[in-house]
């Protein structure tokens, strides 16, 4: 049997395959709220169908000044269990498993979602939208809690388990991160002040779950920028995982959200955080989650049979092709129709994620 439909787990949590959907932004929630509209249940229903092993939702916000863009489902108050908890049911009936990535935006928040953004320490760059101020102890020991009672809720409305997201430039990587964090207290310095909050994040919300419900990452390893955090400092991270609690690591890099790599057409361009996975390998016995352009059956059998990771992970390919896991388990297709152009997601309201590509003849 291929290796990428084989069975494996994060933490106590049995996924029948390899195949996971990384977080994407669906744009798929009520504005006012982040209620899940009805078309976010369809399109997770549609990837359980389809065969995903795992489906991680796109980044749920856990506070209101953390939401991060127009339409992004949030995961801040008990009143939003219900309806999430119906989409659950919908996925689990479909006979698929779903995670909810939990998120907090910090300075990456656009100026139509939120009134004004915070990060570790007051920022102003050209990838920002708008400055950001430094965060009050106070309000960082107060998204500590919020994280917690996040996952709780996230547990509360039946979900299979939760990922914490410390990439991309959102809030827990600017923490983490020398780039954007310069605060001279103990959330910021070295590396043991400036991973604290990313610690203490970690805590709060194993502490709402339980130790047996699975908790895992999507980590940046390194910025890719001038000051920012360095693989080798990534991995010095990554050693301290598996002390702190977590499940399981998906490794991903960049610290600006719009990072997306266009023009993934032949094998030689996919994978391309493999040598950041291989470093985290080096550092730790967790199970490894690949991202990052893989597209063809046979590269991600590779990546697998060469135990560089357990898992890999897709986001565009699910957006073409929801079926896609299918496809390959029942060889009607070996490569992905996706034409890595990035042109999912809209800027029409009540729209959300779709492909708007022509098809790949593959």
């Given at each position: 049997m291929s290796l990428l439909f084989t069975p494996a787990k994060i933490g106590n949590l049995e996924i029948p395959n390899r195949i996971l959907r990384s977080a994407t932004a669906e744009l798929m929630a009520s504005n006012l709220d982040g209620k899940p509209r009805e078309q976010l249940k369809s399109l997770w229903v549609a990837l359980a169908k389809g065969g995903t092993g795992l489906i991680i939702t796109g980044h749920m916000y856990v506070h209101p000044s953390g939401k991060c863009h127009p339409e992004m489902a949030g995961i801040y108050s008990d009143e939003l269990i219900p309806s999430l908890k119906g989409c659950v049911d919908a996925v689990h009936e479909a006979g698929g498993k779903i995670a909810v990535q939990i998120n907090h935006g910090g300075m990456q928040c656009d100026p139509r979602a939120v009134n004004g953004t915070i990060a570790p320490s007051a920022i102003e760059d050209d990838f920002l939208d708008q400055p950001a101020r430094e965060m009050s102890t106070d309000e960082i020991e107060m998204l500590v809690d919020a994280y917690g009672q996040a996952a709780r809720r996230v547990k509360e409305a039946g979900f299979d388990g939760v990922q914490i997201h410390a990439a991309h430039g959102y809030l827990v990587n600017q923490f983490i991160s020398p780039y954007t964090n310069k605060r001279t207290d103990k959330w910021g310095g070295d590396l043991q002040g400036r991973t604290r909050f990313f610690r203490e994040v970690t805590r709060s919300v194993r502490e709402q779950v339980g130790a047996e419900?699975?908790?895992f990452v999507k980590f940046g390893m390194e910025d890719g920028l001038e000051g920012g955090l360095t693989a080798e400092e990534g991995a010095e991270v990554i050693s301290m995982m598996a002390e702190m609690g977590l499940d399981g690591l998906e490794i991903s890099g960049g610290i600006e959200a719009n990072n997306v790599r266009k023009g993934i057409r032949n094998p030689s361009r996919e994978a391309y955080f493999r040598p950041l996975v291989q470093l985290a390998r080096e550092k730790t016995d967790l199970p490894l989650i690949m991202v990052g352009g893989m597209r063809s059956k046979g590269v991600?059998?590779?990546?697998?049979?060469?135990?560089?990771a357990d898992f890999i992970a897709l986001?565009?390919?699910l957006i073409n092709e929801p079926n896609f896991p299918n496809l390959m388990k029942a060889?009607?297709?070996?490569?992905?129709g996706c034409i890595s152009s990035s042109n999912c997601w809209t800027e029409v309201m009540g729209e959300g994620i779709s492909c708007k590509c022509p098809p790949l003849k593959v």
């Open positions: 419900y699975p908790v991600m059998e590779e990546v697998l049979s060469s135990g560089d986001c565009r390919p060889g009607e297709q070996e490569t992905s």
